[in-house]
């Protein structure tokens, strides 16, 4: 378990100190070992980093007993609206983990200066990404709705949604509400361009 020892001591000195201020030896130093075992489990502390990205994102998928996603199954006898709000609530339920929510504190605030920080953004991004095709191919194929082009709609509302989600972060960390009620004005009018209504007559 030294790994994950490791992952969370790194992961407690970025929150405190930020990704640049910290070094390998305090890693060791708060995760209680010497600092020639930190070496035998990680190289670098951008390895740690990037390793602390996928160990949170499984435990965060591990809470939710979420194991292989079958979207046919997921879609079935649902509306459009209703798929969309569970997967986007689905979403940002794992994104606010405790851990997963200090990680993602950490890359945020250092993706503009770090590029270990900027790639676990981009991959989270392309994750994101990846999974709304699969689910808007599902969606098609069940015939809950109709996209002339799946990838371009998927893209495009994975984009919008993590705008929003980014934007609610930045709302409650500045203590106002002006993101109140966006993500569901978002998603409605993205069923009223996408409605299975509108697929029937094409």
């Known amino acids: 378990?030294?790994?994950?020892?490791?992952?969370?001591?790194?992961?407690?000195?970025?929150?405190?100190?930020?990704?640049?201020?910290?070094?390998?030896?305090?890693?060791?130093?708060?995760?209680?070992?010497?600092?020639?075992?930190?070496?035998?489990?990680?190289?670098?502390?951008?390895?740690?980093?990037?390793?602390?990205?996928?160990?949170?994102?499984?435990?965060?998928?591990?809470?939710?007993?979420?194991?292989?996603?079958d979207y046919g199954s997921f879609v079935e006898g649902k509306d459009l609206k209703e798929i969309l709000m569970e997967t986007v609530l689905s979403y940002d339920r794992m994104n606010h983990d405790p851990q997963m929510a200090m990680f993602y504190k950490v890359i945020i605030s250092e993706k503009t200066l770090n590029s270990n920080a900027a790639e676990i953004m981009v991959a989270e991004t392309n994750t994101m990404i990846r999974a709304t095709k699969q689910l808007f191919y599902a969606i098609m194929a069940k015939k809950v709705a109709y996209f002339e082009n799946i990838d371009a709609a998927a893209v495009s509302f994975a984009m919008g949604v993590h705008a929003i989600l980014d934007f609610r972060m930045d709302d409650s960390m500045a203590g106002s509400d002006y993101s109140q009620g966006i993500l569901e004005q978002y998603i409605d009018e993205f069923c009223r361009v996408y409605s299975a209504d509108k697929s029937m007559n094409r």
């Open 1 to 69: 378990m030294n790994k994950e020892k490791i992952i969370m001591a790194a992961l407690e000195l970025a929150c405190a100190n930020g990704l640049r201020s910290i070094s390998m030896s305090q890693i060791a130093e708060k995760a209680g070992i010497k600092k020639s075992s930190l070496y035998s489990h990680f190289s670098s502390k951008e390895q740690i980093i990037s390793e602390m990205y996928l160990f949170l994102r499984k435990q965060a998928n591990q809470n939710r007993e979420i194991g292989h996603f």
